[in-house]
């Protein structure tokens, strides 16, 4: 099956609130999936809790409460998938195991008495053995990224040359432990190899997107370029091994008109090939999976309505079983399947209505 009728064939099989609370909505700041399966889902909220949830059907399982301001990232470990990582303004990066009560985290990272700890985002290395978090700028521009020895807590060192201003993102390569790449809003990506004890040493590639980078990913055959996002919603690709430019688009909201028009662009579908497709939205909660060419502009290959009806903030494709799950500020989590599996389908259909008249009766959105 091609990338293209693939995305073609999803549909809306589950939703599910990460809060009922008819006085405010909680946003869906993000989402992550445990490596395999993904038997459990993350999903970050705006009232600084991490919600569980089934990855087959989306139904509640936990709920984490600890921090005590905004969730700035997730990450699940990929040989101790039971190990979720999270990082918060709060000044605490803290590990969670999910075959505990969840009442007390099993592990809390300390930052360094030289750096201010405002933790923006996190993700831990192949191995499991280096956890990473990025933070806010403190005044005198310098913006920390932090890298601890996970089996001793050991604060192993910092980088602090490379960035200017508010880092965004760290995400280390699915395979390569040594490899990570991050985004700032000083508006550059770069590309390290942790290995190199000295960070002029470690920094591979600076690359200038010239606006606020929002995400970074790996994409590509072998996972071998970084892709990232920005806030004004351009999307740019460069080969790792190289540095080159491979892919770039600067007007996707000029070149999507009419009944394809979009408003934003959520993330990379980011899979092991080399093909392209963005999620794109607009601020109504719909959809739309965006293919991108060298050869031609990028055109929509399906829409996606009937879930959100908020601004979408984040999401996580799952190559292995085709499904796609996004959340957003509705307070909704939604996952998208293939599956043409009728009875299943039914049984979806049921519970989404079912939701839908609790959703109703609370009035929360």
């Excluded at 831990?124 to 807590?153: M, P, Y």
């Excluded at 508010?166 to 790449?181: K, R, Y």
């Excluded at 700032?184 to 997107?209: K, Q, R, V």
Aim: net charge negative.
């Amino acid at each position: 099956m091609t990338a293209v009728s693939m995305f073609e064939q999803l549909s809306l099989v589950e939703k599910s609130a990460v809060s009922l609370d008819s006085v405010e909505e909680d946003y869906v700041l993000d989402v992550a999936a445990q490596r395999g399966d993904g038997e459990y889902i993350a999903a970050t909220s705006s009232n600084h809790t991490i919600r569980l949830f089934s990855g087959s059907n989306l139904a509640s399982v936990g709920t984490i409460r600890g921090h005590t301001d905004v969730i700035s990232g997730i990450s699940w470990g990929k040989h101790e998938p039971h190990l979720l990582y999270s990082a918060s303004k709060d000044k605490s990066v803290r590990c969670w195991d999910t075959r505990t009560k969840l009442t007390k985290e099993v592990q809390k990272l300390e930052g360094s008495s030289e750096t201010q700890n405002q933790f923006t985002c996190i993700d831990i290395n192949a191995s499991d053995r280096v956890l990473c978090a990025g933070q806010e700028a403190d005044d005198d521009e310098n913006a920390f990224i932090l890298f601890w020895d996970k089996r001793s807590s050991e604060l192993l060192g910092a980088y602090c040359e490379s960035h200017q201003d508010d880092i965004t993102q760290v995400c280390f390569h699915p395979t390569n432990p040594d490899s990570l790449a991050t985004g700032s809003t000083d508006g550059l990506s770069c590309l390290f190899d942790i290995s190199e004890t000295d960070e002029d040493d470690a920094l591979s590639y600076t690359w200038n997107t010239c606006s606020t980078v929002a995400k970074v990913g790996w994409c590509g055959e072998n996972f071998s370029s970084v892709y990232c996002t920005t806030h004004i919603d351009t999307f740019h690709v460069w080969d790792s091994v190289e540095g080159d430019p491979v892919f770039e688009v600067t007007d996707l909201k000029d070149v999507l008109q009419g009944k394809d028009c979009v408003e934003y662009i959520v993330d990379c579908l980011s899979c092991e090939s080399s093909d392209l497709h963005l999620l794109a939205g607009k601020h109504n909660g719909e959809l739309k999976i965006v293919e991108l060419s060298k050869k031609g502009n990028p055109k929509v290959n399906c829409t996606l309505d009937g879930g959100h009806s908020a601004t979408v903030r984040c999401l996580y494709w799952n190559s292995k079983n085709n499904t796609l799950l996004t959340g957003a500020e509705d307070s909704l989590l939604c996952l998208w399947s293939t599956s043409h599996d009728t009875q299943h389908s039914a049984n979806h259909k049921a519970k989404l209505k079912s939701k839908k008249a609790v959703t109703r009766r609370s009035n929360p959105y």
